[in-house]
């Protein structure tokens, strides 16, 4: 029964279903996230909310209002011409007076809805984009790691901002054009019930065609979110300047260039061909119904030749034919683009209804205080790969012990210092840190206890402080933090030759920024591990891979001086330093095959040995 529905429902989204069914959808899709848009427009600004409200009441019944008055002029103007008089010239000017103050006030209802809509426009989209990204710092990293989760990522930020003014305004201009709808069936009612169904039977044509086409278009906005994330990419790996080197030497710009034009033509061929069937159909059932339209004209005008109406009856019978033609022309667009709205809004609703992780427990402070951190038969393996990164790993890492691991690229390090900091969790198996289980840890006091520098650390386009002070977010302004930071990372080395010192704006991307080289990029990031003071846990990944020897030995030398009570975890290929460990632990294939001090490991004349000699025989 399950897959039955899943089925319809598929059959539905896709265009093919029933046409009878698919016309329901439509009416119903087209108010599905009308209240929960709504709720977010009166939430972003309920002053906007209310003025939209009454300039739109205001501009729905003043159309109506200005027929009828019309209608009063023209009869008053021909009863004045066959039968001149003061009075029934006044009433005429009277008449005049009254429809321009009308057309005054439309005038003014229009430009209050193009004020709510202009002003509600931007601060609609910056909320919509604010709940976006704090929903985005709600997902997990291997959420980010997975291509759907980006798609959706992709399709929310790129429509989904705008949609829901659109959807409002839509909603709006519904009730707008309903309320002139219900004034001008009730002028139209005097003349022949006829005429409304003429109005009716004159607007649905177009309505058809604008609502098969909005789900064909949705469906290819669907589609082509990896191939927009994918042209996003090829720009970047263009127009930047962390890749513009490598792109330049290997003459890789104009591949990528072809590969960006290519992925063009594909969309703008699909773009085209929607194009050509929207507008075709559009002008053939654009003219039925303006014959539909004419014929009502006609009729008004034969009507009026019997005698059986006033020439101002028909001068209005025959603006109420356009503007109530107009009008509910304009209901059925309206519904057919909420539907469109909607199927927008499904994605940005999507995105916004993922379940969030949940990140750890409640505990703070640990049963057993004094007993590190413990690895007990931990194995990872990587979403949607066959094979084990880690398997039935076990560690113990007391106070102020000094841990390297060393092993080939791919050997799992990296993924146990991403289980470590609760980046990802195990498979099986459980990681302990003074006797709790870290999943059952206050995420933030846990991460507090923890400063890390990757591998690939990021390299934050802001000033040299902050880019420190990015390692504590509560002390991100407190320069003095910055500066004790730098000493123990030896930023101080090359301060000097900064212009602005801790506020000299760093990387090419803004104004007078400054670029640095590997090592001095590094260093600032050693600096941010630093920058936790409550840490008593430093990680570091291959953390003076871009320094020369006579630096890191220098660096290494402080860290042990300034780690002295803290655990630290050292992972590098440079066995010079990792030596200096107190415990030296040798992964392979996601296994761990040795495991002792540099003296232990040597005698033992293993894998550690075997590496280290290859080493050693270079510096010789």
Known sequence: MATQTSNSNKSSQDGKGPKPQRWRDTLTGAFRYSIPALKLVWETAPGLTILLAICTLV??????????????????????LAAPSEVLRN???????????????????????????????????????????????????????????????????????????????????????????????????????????????????????????????????????????????????????????????????????????????????EDRELTYKRNLWGLALGVLSNLALYGAYGWTVLVTLAGRLTLGEMTMYIAVFRQGQGAFASILNSIGGMYEDNLYLSTLYEFLGQPSPKFGGDITTGTRPGDGLRFENVSFRYPGSTQDALEKVNLHLRPGCKLALVGENGSGKTTLIKLLTRLYEPSEGQITLDGVELKDWEINVLRERIGVIFQDFARYQMLLGENIGAGDQQHFYDEPRWQAAG???????????????????????????????????????????????????????????????????????????????????????????????????????GHVIEQGSHEQLMQVDGVYARLFMIQAQGYR
Not at 60 to 75: E, F, H, N, R, W
Not at 526 to 539: N, V
């Open 91 to 269: 009433q005429a000017m009277q008449y005049v007076i009254l429809e321009g103050v009308l057309i005054i006030v439309q005038l003014a209802a229009q430009k209050g809805i193009g004020i709510c809509q202009s002003l509600l426009r931007a601060m609609l989209g910056h909320r919509v984009n604010v709940l976006i990204l704090e929903k985005a710092l709600e997902m997990s990293l291997p959420q980010f790691e997975d291509s759907e989760f980006y798609d959706r990522l992709t399709r929310a930020r790129r429509e989904a901002s705008t949609r829901p003014l659109s959807l409002i305004n839509r909603l709006f201009g519904l009730i707008q054009n309903t309320i002139s709808l219900i004034t001008y069936c009730a002028l139209l009612l005097a003349f022949s019930p006829w005429a409304v169904v003429i109005l009716a039977v004159a607007a649905l044509p177009s309505f058809f065609a604008e609502t098969k086409f909005s789900g064909d278009a949705f469906r290819l906005f669907t589609w082509r979110a990896p191939e927009g994330r994918e042209q996003t990419y090829l720009e970047m790996l263009i127009a930047r300047e962390d890749y513009v080197k490598e792109v330049q030497l290997y003459g890789l710009g104009p591949l990528f260039l072809q590969r960006y034009k290519d992925i063009f033509q594909k969309v703008f061929k």
């Open 487 to 589: 000493e123990k990372g030896m930023v101080t080395s090359f301060l000097d030759r900064l212009p602005q010192g801790y506020h000299t704006q760093l990387g090419r991307w803004f104004k007078d920024g400054q670029e640095l080289s590997g090592g001095q990029w590094q260093r600032i990031a050693l600096a941010r591990a630093f920058m936790r003071g409550r840490a008593d846990i430093l990680i570091l990944d291959e953390p003076t891979s871009a320094m020369d020897p006579e630096a890191e030995a220098q660096i290494f030398e402080r860290f042990r001086e300034m780690t002295e009570n803290q655990m630290a975890i050292v992972i590098s290929h440079r066995f010079s330093t990792v030596r200096m460990a107190d415990e030296i632990v040798v992964l392979e294939g």
């Open 59 to 80: 501009a729905g019944l003043v159309p109506a209002a200005i027929a009828y008055t019309g209608k009063l002029l023209v009869d008053s103007v021909v009863a004045a």
